[in-house]
Nanobody
Framework: QVQLVESGGGFVQAGGSLRLSCAAS????????MGWFRQAPGKEREFVAT????????YYAYSVKGRFIIYRDNAKNTVYLQMNSLKLEDTAVYYC???????????????????WGQGTEVTVSS
C-alpha cells in the first residue's frame, strides 16, 4: 500500500503561483512514476504531469507545459507541482497518483493498481 496526501491548494488570482505537494508513505519503493492529474467541475479527470521516481524524466500536458514544473524530493518522499502563470482554466481539484507498474513517463494511463491521493482544490480567480 502507498498513501498519498496532497496539500497546497487554495485560492489565487490569475497570473499567480501555487505549489502543490504530494507526500507519499508506505511501500514507496514499489512506485516507478509519480504524476498529477486534475478534474475541473463538470469535466473528466485529465493528465497534468509525470516524473520518474528515480531519474530526471518528466512529461507535461500541452496545456501546462512551460508554466508548471513537477519535481520531487526523494529524501522527503514528496512530489511537488509548481504552478506559475495560473489561468482561470487551471481551476480544478488536483490529484496525485503513484504508478505501480514499470513505465515511461509518457505512458500516463492509470490502472486500478495505482494509488491516488484525496485531492487538493485550486481555484483561480480573475
Amino acid at each position: 500500500q502507498v498513501q498519498l496526501v496532497e496539500s497546497g491548494g487554495g485560492f489565487v488570482q490569475a497570473g499567480g503561483s501555487l505549489r502543490l505537494s504530494c507526500a507519499a508513505s508506505g511501500r514507496t519503493f514499489s512506485t516507478y512514476v509519480m504524476g498529477w492529474f486534475r478534474q475541473a467541475p463538470g469535466k473528466e479527470r485529465e493528465f497534468v504531469a509525470t516524473i520518474r521516481w528515480h531519474g530526471d524524466s518528466t512529461y507535461y500536458a500541452y496545456s501546462v507545459k512551460g508554466r508548471f514544473i513537477i519535481y520531487r524530493d526523494n529524501a522527503k518522499n514528496t512530489v511537488y507541482l509548481q504552478m506559475n502563470s495560473l489561468k482561470l482554466e487551471d481551476t480544478a481539484v488536483y490529484y496525485c497518483v503513484a504508478y505501480t507498474s514499470l513505465r515511461a513517463v509518457l505512458d500516463v494511463t492509470t490502472t486500478p493498481d495505482d494509488y491516488w491521493g484525496q485531492g487538493t482544490e485550486v481555484t483561480v480567480s480573475s
